[in-house]
């Protein structure tokens, strides 16, 4: 069936340092992928998508890109911040009548001063 | 304007007491509605999901149920919690072609 994984946490990483979350994914057919985030206290929020396979979703310095060839939706930053602190999710959304939004287990990301 | 609700926000419920969160959704009719839930430690999990009044399709086997009975509401209940059955609930309408909607979440601890 339809699955994400993602990347273990939590993830510490010092400011400026460069970031990655790895994500893959099992889909049948050509799902549209995002990565959603989740400040502390807050709701989720939509951070980035892409649609179909070579797009790359970006926003706030975040990045992604669609690799149907390895199935992957990896989450880049050049240089995080404290205010990036939060748990992100990767998740993919599969068409039809359902139009299910699955979504990865999360990964924590804290980032210190 | 298109909106989603939830309510409680947050909810302390004894053991073996019954559960009911509402979802309701604004601005949109026919709406594909979503419970996920977050334990402690564990990502989001697709509990149960509706594409319309009365059809509930249950995604892992639990203590808790979902309604629809109406086209922009969508119920989530127990009849008797469990300890387990703590966690966060959301809810989320996902239209097919825009950004999913969801409601602030639910906080539940059963004691």
């Known amino acids: 069936g339809n699955s994400v994984t993602q990347m273990e946490g939590p993830v510490t990483l010092s400011e400026e340092a460069f970031l990655t979350i790895n994500c893959t994914y099992t889909?049948?057919?050509?799902?549209?992928l995002f990565w959603y985030v989740q400040y502390p206290g807050e709701g989720l929020q939509l951070l980035l998508k892409a649609t179909k396979a070579d797009d790359k979703g970006s926003n706030k310095g975040f990045e992604a890109t669609y690799r149907k060839e390895t199935t992957s939706f990896h989450l880049e930053k050049g240089s995080v911040q404290v205010s990036d602190s939060a748990v992100y999710y990767c998740?993919?959304?599969?068409?039809?009548?359902?139009?299910?939004?699955?979504f990865g287990t999360g990964t924590l990301l804290a980032v210190q001063p | 304007s298109q909106t989603i609700h939830q309510w409680p926000a947050t909810l302390v419920q004894p053991v073996g007491s019954p559960l009911s969160l509402e979802c309701t959704v604004e601005g949109t009719s026919n709406p594909n509605l979503y419970w996920y839930r977050q334990a402690a430690g564990r990502g989001l999990q697709l509990l149960f999901y509706s594409v319309g009044i009365g059809q509930i399709s249950s995604e892992v086997p639990q203590n808790l149920s979902a309604s629809r009975p109406q086209d922009r509401q969508f119920i989530l209940s127990s009849k008797k919690l469990l300890l387990s059955d703590s966690g966060f609930y959301l809810c989320a309408w996902v239209p097919l072609n825009t950004e999913a909607f969801f409601g602030q979440g639910t906080r539940l601890t059963v004691v």
């Open positions: 889909a049948t057919g050509y799902p549209s």
């Open positions: 998740a993919l959304r599969y068409g039809g009548a359902t139009n299910k939004l699955i």
